[in-house]
């Protein structure tokens, strides 16, 4: 099992910044890529950064340049940082591990970023 804890949302106003925090623990040794999803009210979960185990990255064509996700191996952290951030960035966030072996979809509870115009 792998066990991901979400930390850093909170309330900011438009044109702010916060940064996510998602720590893995647990049989963390093949996962393969993570990733930030979000999802608000009334919508679909929907990916907003993804970084492999290799370092490549991939984000929404609605956060880039805005967003930056990045890991630290050594703490089993990865981050995302949110700048310029706009009401409709509003959402649960949601920290995402795929693993290769044996193979698994895990997922943290969720932090909220609530936006004010």
């Known amino acids: 099992q792998v066990q991901l804890v979400e930390s850093g949302g909170g309330l900011v106003q438009a044109g702010g910044s916060l940064r996510l925090s998602c720590a893995a623990s647990g049989s963390i040794f093949s996962i393969s890529a993570m990733g930030w999803y979000r999802q608000a009210p009334g919508k679909q979960r929907e990916l907003v950064a993804r970084i492999t185990s290799g370092g490549s990255t991939n984000y929404a064509d609605s956060v880039k340049g805005r967003f930056t996700i990045s890991r630290d191996n050594a703490k089993n952290t990865v981050y995302l940082q949110m700048n310029s951030l706009k009401p409709e960035d509003a959402a649960d966030y949601y920290c995402?591990?795929?693993?290769?072996?044996?193979?698994?979809?895990?997922w943290g509870k969720g932090t909220l970023v609530t936006v004010s115009s």
């Open positions: 995402n591990a795929n693993r290769i072996f044996p193979p698994g979809d895990y």
